[in-house]
């Protein structure tokens, strides 16, 4: 009797799965998802990248867009070969907010630069190239230059740092630059656990779970220890390793100007604000849930300590936060339901930008 | 200690471990003993892994109504009975007056004399509000109460007592226990049955999913309106007033099926605090349906002692405002509050010559729901009531007066329909309480809440799965605190 109902038990477990695996995959598609999963590959040296040539469809309650990336492994409809004369090349380094598999290619603040600055004619033609990557941080926009965009032959590189967390993850990436990466599957062997490890990236019920694993395994560790208060690069008294991850973000991007520099190449550097210095309900919001954990949130502290941090180098840099704030009351310049910016937000930066380089005779 | 945090699930696994190890171990009597000085003293971490500090008042509490039960008990009388029974209600009200009213009726003096061009900064103490105060001051003062009025007799055990207080399940949000219902539960040896662990860990899955699946997932849609500075159109306010409608459902109600469920697993049974309360066509089936602990407690306690419906209608009038406006300021320390409780005055008022009409319908209440159909009318008085329920959680739920005058505007004045935020709201909306409604319809179709274990095997287990599944797969694993800790 209790075995049939364990097999009942079991078999209505599995038909759930099932059932909930394809609405998953027909409805909810997210960065979890397998085909958005596979637009990534291991990289020895960075971690991870782009893979050459992947395209998927991405969609979401709120957009849908097509992402194809180059035999070059960054987003773009085009390859990038030899440089042609009167040809000014642009690379734009940063993090999803570069990337913006938000919207499509034509939207993207880069596309939208390199037509701004193509649209008073000229001989010179400008090229921008986005070499945005989810989830990078200033250590792996350094070892991605290295890697790659340097040959791209940039006339101008353009560091942009997400104020947000771009500390915090530097942090964490910065094993990295003793030569410490190791992508997740490097070190893919036929073992139980990697078999394992392959089938939960193949199903999105049970990436789900691996994910509530790690937030209640996070909040064990927090049991242990209590939390600190939420985005700390904003906080009033941030935690010591904001300092350590300004420091660490301040060397990366010395270093990419230096050997973009010795290269023949101009920098930039862009700081892009996190949605809530633009939105104010959302900083009520989040002033909110921090106060609720004894902090206090100061809306834009992570811009002014990344200026500060970054004033020793010597490359220009612009400030994406006044143009945001300029453009409100308006449509939404960030999406409600992530931190990326809309197709109006892109313009916004993407005008301002062009103007500063041109300001800044870049 | 929350019920959906890892602190609580070690706590309640070790506590419940030696609870159940005493009867094995020892003679019954004694594990009873035993089992009850596990639960005080369990209890009394519970509380004290919110503030320590704040144990002196419940101990304190605890003691001053165990001897003035006990002297009530000894008293023949009724003069000196009743001056007891005042010493004890002036103490409880006395802590809850200057612990959870004092910052607002200083605040609002300080506000006053600003007016008048007085200045009030004398007015400078900040008092800490102690977690469930509102709850176990509520508890002692029924205990009293039902002494004085000899419909139970006083303890003569004062550990049994304390746990009855300081019972962890119930102990900062309720349900508000009643002696007569929970006492004799503790002075006697407990017999846990098989169907109290079926229920109880249905309970408490049930609990988590209203928790975890439905009211943190929809706090920030409610967040989203309810923000200050948001400026959401009519249809969007709406949407978010739904949103904190089921949101405080889901936490409440969960709270208090967690609460039920422990207290299951541990053979004490609690009362039902919540019973299908958005079914209702009138107000006051609302409030016989929603937090029932406190409804019941205010009309026992408050309502009949005014007089009740004794003494003509305007007399009736003036005690369900006095009791809904007292009703409301125990939710909180804010004028918001207080206007909640005369809107639900007023709604139980202006429906009061009409409740013998509805009583047909609302004794049908779950019934409209097909296959056995439904009339336009009933579907009509539901949709109205429900409505006004959610205006009145539109007070509840403003940060401010000002907010609720917004608000009100903006739903009334530009409600905008083609504004609707589909994917940031309706389409959430809808995932987020559509699996909640099925089970609530099913439950309601049997008019038992606890009709899932006794379903058929297939059917309850298909129940279960899926609730785990939507639990693990959907559920805001970051959520906060239960909403009512802060009354």
Known sequence: MRARRALLLLAIAAAQFALFEIALRTWGHSEAAPSFQALFMPDPVVGYRLRPNARTRFVTAEFETDIAINAQGVRDDRDIGPKPAGERRIVVLGDSLVLSVQVELRQTFCRLLEEDLNRGGGPVRYRVINAGVQGYGPVEELLFFREIARRFEPDLVITTIFVGNDAEEAVISAPKLRGAARPATEAISDSTSSRLRRLVRRSMVLQLIRLRIVSVTDRYRNWIAPPEPPLQSYAEHPAPRIAEGLAISRDCVRAIVDEAGAAGARSLIVLMPARFQVDDADYGRLKEAVESTGGHLVRDAATARFDEALSSIPAPRFDALPPLRASLPGPDVFFQQTVHLTPRGHEIVATALAAFIREQGL | ?487
Request: glycine share 8%.
């Open chain 2, 1 to 487: 200690m929350v019920f959906n945090s890892l602190h609580f699930l070690w706590f309640f696994l070790v506590v419940y471990a030696l609870y159940r190890l005493l009867p094995a171990v020892l003679p019954v009597e004694r594990a009873h003993r035993a089992q009850n000085w596990l639960l005080l003293v369990a209890s009394y971490y519970f509380y004290a892994a919110w503030d320590y500090r704040f144990l002196a008042l419940l101990a304190g509490s605890t003691i001053v109504d165990y001897t003035c039960g006990r002297i009530l008990g000894s008293l023949q009388e009724q003069r000196v009975r009743r001056r007891v029974m005042w010493l004890s209600l002036g103490f409880n009200l006395s802590m809850l007056g200057f612990f959870k009213y004092f910052n607002f009726f200083a605040d609002n003096l300080a506000a006053l004399f600003a007016a008048a061009g007085w200045h009030a900064d004398f007015v400078t103490l900040r008092v800490l509000l102690p977690i469930g105060i509102s709850f176990y001051t509520f508890v002692t003062m029924s205990y009293v109460i039902d002494v004085y009025r000899r419909e139970i007799a006083p303890t003569r055990n004062l550990v049994d007592f304390a746990v009855f207080v300081a019972y962890f399940p119930h102990l900062v949000a309720g349900p508000i226990l009643r002696a007569t219902a929970l006492l004799p539960q503790i002075q006697r040896p407990r017999r846990i049955s098989a169907e109290q662990m079926r229920e109880g860990l249905w309970l408490i899955a049930w609990g988590f999913f209203q928790k975890i699946f439905v009211a943190d997932n929809l706090a920030p849609l409610a967040s989203h309106v309810f923000t200050p500075g948001a400026q959401a159109t009519g249809v969007n306010v709406l949407l978010g007033v739904y949103a904190f409608a089921f949101q405080i459902y889901g936490d409440f109600a969960g709270y208090s099926n967690i609460a039920r469920g422990t207290s299951k697993l541990m053979g004490i049974e609690l009362i039902e605090n919540f019973r299908f309360p958005y079914l209702v066509l009138t107000p006051q089936a609302f409030w016989r349906h929603w937090h029932i602990s406190l409804s019941t407690w205010l009309r026992d306690y408050l309502y009949i002692s005014l007089g009740g419906n004794r003494g003509g209608e305007a007399r009736t009038r003036r005690n369900l405002l006095i009791t809904m406006l007292l009703g409301g300021l125990w939710h909180g320390a804010a004028w918001t509050f207080v206007l909640w409780g005369l809107y639900q005055g007023v709604l139980l008022i202006l429906y009061r010559p009409y409740e013998s009409a509805f009583a047909t319908l609302q004794e049908r209440r779950v019934s409209w729901l097909p296959p056995s159909g439904g009339s336009v009318l009933r579907v009509v008085a539901w949709f109205v009531m429900f409505h006004l329920t959610c205006y009145g959680w539109l007070i509840f739920r403003a940060p401010s007066l000002h907010a609720i005058g917004s608000l009100t505007a903006s739903l009334f004045g530009n409600f905008a329909p083609r504004t609707i935020d589909v994917t940031g709201l309706l389409a959430p909306l809808l995932l987020y309480t559509v699996p909640l409604l099925v089970v609530h319809l099913v439950e309601a179709h049997a008019d038992d809440v606890l009709i899932v274990p006794r379903l058929r095997i297939g059917v309850r287990y298909t129940i279960y799965v899926a609730t785990l599944y939507l639990i693990f797969l959907f559920g805001n694993f970051g959520g906060s605190d239960f909403i009512y800790f802060q009354f």
